[in-house]
């Protein structure tokens, strides 16, 4: 998990110096930058989930034992991150007063996680990616490029069509992919 975190949060600490990845965008061109990137990362993430699953199974180390509310709050809270993050893509009103959704839905999935889970495990990986988006939101407030895809900012229909689609995505994710794919039933338990 650790070396899995390592590899996805610094490919994406990478491009937040901006130096640095031109030097790597020049060495290998544009395309070769991206392919390199996006194995990095698909091979990070896959090393996280992999890493954490082996973690539940086998080396459980509680810290603190949250509150039983404190899952209640967690349910609640993703909910308002999921639409930010959809809201990154879907851009609209919602993406210009936040300016970075994405970084904003990620410290919210985090922080919510970090709430309903004391376990040594999950205080190491949400809280990485908690430290992570707080550096990137700060990285961005000293950069002078705007540091993410030129997608066109729309208006209020888009801030709706970004709420419908992240209340969708929020309903698969808890009742779905968290229960078959992390083994951890979010609604009804």
Avoid: C, Q
């Amino acid at each position: 998990m650790i070396l899995g975190l390592v590899l996805f949060l610094g490919v994406h600490v990478l491009t937040t110096k901006r130096a640095l990845r031109a030097s790597f965008v020049r060495a290998m061109g544009e395309g070769g930058y991206k392919i390199v990137y996006s194995l990095v990362s698909v091979a990070g993430l896959a090393l996280i989930v992999w890493g954490f699953a082996d973690y539940r199974a086998t080396g459980w180390i509680d810290v603190w034992t949250p509150p039983t509310a404190m899952k209640h709050i967690t349910v609640a809270l993703m909910l308002p991150a999921v639409i930010l993050v959809v809201a990154s893509y879907i851009r609209g009103r919602i993406y210009t007063t936040l300016k970075h959704p994405m970084l904003a839905g990620v410290k919210l999935w985090a922080v919510a996680h970090l709430l309903a889970n004391g376990d040594l495990g999950s205080i190491i990986l949400f809280g990485s990616f908690l430290g992570w988006a707080v550096y990137d939101r700060i990285s961005l407030k000293r950069r002078a490029d705007a540091g993410a895809p030129p997608i066109p900012v729309g208006g209020p229909t888009n801030d709706l069509i970004a709420i419908a689609v992240g209340v969708i995505a929020y309903l698969a994710l808890a009742f779905a992919f968290h229960p078959v794919v992390i083994g951890v039933p979010v609604m009804g338990a």
